[in-house]
Structure formats: structure tokens, C-alpha cells
């Protein structure tokens, strides 16, 4: 089997098992899945969720996080991980967003990682999911997934997003995302992997080196 037939049966088995999956950030706008995505580094969507329901009811617009007293959105965000940091990079992204972009998120890559606290991971979580932009998003899961599927070799994420890149369609960028995210969430888990119900095994590398360990 090729690499290119390999890609293309994990494909159709994570779209036949988790369908064109959607993002998992509430949001109702560009900005609100901004700030959530920001919220998210290091912490589980759920609890963002949790969060950002009551957030975005205090803070309606990007002018209001852009003019919010730090303390104040330290308090509303605290049971975040590292939310001194993520209150005061979501105050300064905001105020740029005012003040170079109009109050609009811009889609464009570089204008989004300039931006306080957006990384790639971050603008392109916001390209894929609010402006529809093919974009390949590795977080932890994506990283160790695709790592034991043995489509990539590399650990760090913007080689691992050029790597898939180059070997999945353009059009799959989106769903792979999410659909890996779900694997990684549901059966492909850190540390303790469910590798007799994964419907990937045969063309896990990883798993199948790590069965062989154990024999």
C-alpha cells in the first residue's frame, strides 16, 4: 500500500466514523471564537464553554473586552488555566482589533498571528472553522494521532502542519482536524490508549510497535 492510498483509507474511516465534524468552541461570531480559541491553549473545550457562556453575556462586543479593567476579566476567566496571561493578551487583541482592523477579525494568517495570544494554532482554528479557509489545526491530539499513523516524523506543530499539508487533500484540511480531535479524545487517549477498538490499528505504526513490545 502507498502512503497516498494509506492517507486516503484513514481518511474514510475517520469521516465514516465521526462525519464532517464541527467545531467545539460555542461561539455565535468570528471574535467570540476568537477569544474562546485563545481561551482553549491548555485547557479543555468543555470548561472554555462553560466559561464563555457567562463571558459573552458580560462582555457583548470587542470594544467592551478591548476597554475591560484587567483584574475584573482576570476574576471571569480564573478557573482557566494561566488566565493572568490569556485576560491580558485577550485585552490587547482586542484594542488591536479596533484600532488596525476596524473591530473586524481579519482572515488572513500573518494578520491574525499578529495579534496578542493568536498563534497559528489559534488563526487557523478562526480561518477553518469561521471563514471556511482550508486549515490544518495541530493540537495535542493532532500531534500524537498523526504521529502514530505515521504520517509525519516531527514533533513540532508547524512541521507537522506542513507535513499534512502536503499529503492531504485541501479539501479534507478542515474535517481532519476535528475528526482527529474526536479520535484522540474517544479512543486514541494519551495514556491509555483503547488500541482493540481502534478502527485504525492496521495502520497505526505506533500502535502496532507498541503491541509488539508487549508480546
Known amino acids: 500500500m502507498t502512503k497516498k492510498e494509506k492517507v486516503t483509507k484513514i481518511l474514510e474511516l475517520l469521516r465514516e466514523y465521526y ?42 462586543s470587542i470594544q467592551d473586552f478591548a476597554e475591560a479593567n484587567l483584574a475584573e476579566l482576570e476574576k471571569d476567566i480564573h478557573s482557566i488555566g494561566f488566565y493572568h496571561n490569556k485576560a491580558k493578551n485577550i485585552i490587547a487583541c482586542c484594542q488591536r482589533l479596533l484600532s488596525v482592523y476596524g473591530g473586524e477579525v481579519p482572515s488572513d494568517l500573518d494578520e491574525l498571528t499578529s495579534l496578542a495570544g493568536v498563534g497559528r494554532k489559534t488563526a487557523n482554528v478562526v480561518r477553518g472553522n469561521w471563514y471556511h479557509i482550508p486549515s490544518v489545526v495541530v493540537d495535542t491530539h493532532v500531534k500524537r494521532v498523526s504521529n502514530l499513523l505515521g504520517l509525519t516524523k516531527n514533533q513540532d506543530p508547524v512541521k507537522i502542519e506542513l507535513d499534512l499539508m502536503k499529503i492531504v487533500p485541501k479539501e479534507k ?9 474526536a479520535h484522540g479524545r474517544k479512543i486514541c487517549i494519551a495514556r491509555r490508549p483503547k488500541c482493540n477498538e481502534c478502527f485504525l490499528f492496521m495502520y497505526c505504526v505506533g500502535g502496532q510497535n507498541l503491541a509488539k513490545t508487549k508480546k
Open 173 to 181: 484540511w478542515i474535517d481532519i482536524n476535528t475528526q482527529m480531535i
Open 19 to 60: 462525519g464532517p465534524t464541527t467545531c467545539y468552541l460555542n461561539h455565535e461570531n468570528a471574535w467570540q471564537l476568537l477569544i474562546a480559541t485563545i481561551l482553549s491553549a491548555q485547557c479543555t473545550d468543555e470548561r472554555v464553554n462553560i466559561v464563555t457562556k457567562d463571558l459573552f453575556q458580560k462582555y457583548t
